[in-house]
């Protein structure tokens, strides 16, 4: 009906009206340098190549601090292309770049899970004579956490990207049917991840020596709006996104996937800085205002101020009780048109036949 379509229409724009016009509240804002190589996931990863790929993250970086560190340097999604709990000089080095920036330094990385016992390996191990699981995985390193010179590395401090690329990350039901995994297709990313089972927020120091804490989402995992409200729930002030979209080159693809970013934003009242390898890097607000940009498929370096927010949105606290609700609204309807259907039927099959006149 008119006064229905009205409705759908005029709430959500009364609300936003209310939103927007309320009266600012003072917030808390950090600075946060987000770094964009632009190193192709498609580029040649063999162990000479790496110094050069990952020189120029540091180099990037170097030049982010020139002017004054900021609270966080955010880098893309498996930046570090060493696994740091495996190689000992690039742990190091790691270490004392981060000394020297003087700032956390919140990335993405490849780590591994070593099986010491055959027997307590995943079957989708035993089926593939593997001895390592990796991750596709976040990790927040703060200056003060070196000691003796290395970066303390520990899955149960990282975390662990829970919604893996289907097909490139790896098989849906491989973990059950191990033959499946041969199904996976090895573009520019290490094959058969596995999955992370939990939330994980990080906690760092500002420059004023506060508290944030951080949650993070690893690639296409911004397409679940459950993930940022993990976050959120578990202490979020601020959100970021790590991610590498090379393999869209130059589709629309990459475009898409950073506008899901606002929505995240929008649910959950936090502002959310985008790292990308290649872009789309961006900072938007709570709001889902895009606040900041940087071109995609250069070198830039994206400086953002954000703000921090407590706040807990209805959607954050509730979830998904609105489309459940609409779900099982649709189902009743369903029900009450095939029952009314089937009582008419019903009578016109039973019901005696009319003589004539």
Not at 11 to 37: C, G, K, M
Not at 257 to 283: H, K, Y
Not at 338 to 349: C, D, P, Q
Request: aromatic share 10%; glycine share 6%; proline share 7%.
């Amino acid at each position: 009906s008119p006064l229905l379509l009205f409705s759908l229409l005029a709430l959500p724009l009364a609300y936003a009206a209310f939103v927007f016009n309320r009266p600012a509240t003072a917030e808390r804002e950090i600075s946060i340098v987000a770094v964009q190589p632009n190193v192709s996931p498609l580029a040649d990863y063999s162990p000479e190549n790496l110094p050069d790929i990952f020189g120029r993250q540091l180099a990037l970086t170097d030049r982010a601090v020139r002017p004054g560190a900021p609270d966080l340097i955010l880098w893309n999604e498996a930046a570090v292309p060493y696994i740091l709990s495996d190689d000992a000089a690039a742990n190091r080095y790691l270490a004392k770049q981060l000394k020297k920036w003087d700032a956390p330094v919140l990335t993405g990385l490849i780590e591994i899970r070593d099986y010491a016992d055959g027997a307590l390996r995943p079957p989708l191990l035993v089926a593939q004579d593997r001895r390592q699981e990796f991750f596709n995985a976040a990790a927040l390193f703060e200056p003060s956490t070196v000691a003796d010179g290395k970066l303390p590395v520990a899955l149960s401090e990282l975390y662990l990207k829970r919604r893996l690329m289907p097909f490139l990350e790896h098989v849906p039901l491989s973990d059950r049917f191990p033959a499946l995994a041969d199904l996976v297709i090895p573009v520019g990313t290490r094959p058969r991840l596995s999955y992370g089972e939990r939330t994980k927020t990080f906690d760092f120091r500002a420059k004023d020596g506060s508290l944030v804490r951080v949650g993070t989402m690893i690639c296409y995992e911004n397409l679940y709006p459950e993930l940022a409200v993990d976050a959120v729930r578990d202490g979020a002030q601020v959100l970021t996104a790590i991610t590498n979209e090379g393999f869209f080159a130059g589709s629309q693809g990459q475009y898409q996937l950073a506008a899901f970013a606002r929505f995240r934003a929008i649910e959950t009242r936090r502002a959310l800085v985008r790292a990308a390898a290649t872009g789309i890097t961006r900072a938007v607000d709570r709001f889902g205002r895009v606040t900041a940009e940087v071109p995609v498929w250069s070198e830039q370096i994206l400086r953002a101020g954000v703000a921090l927010s407590d706040e807990r949105t209805f959607y954050a606290r509730f979830g998904d009780w609105l489309p459940k609700l609409c779900l099982a609204a649709v189902g009743l309807l369903i029900f009450a048109a095939a029952g009314k259907s089937l009582v008419t039927t019903g009578a016109r099959i039973f019901s005696p036949k009319r003589s004539a006149d």
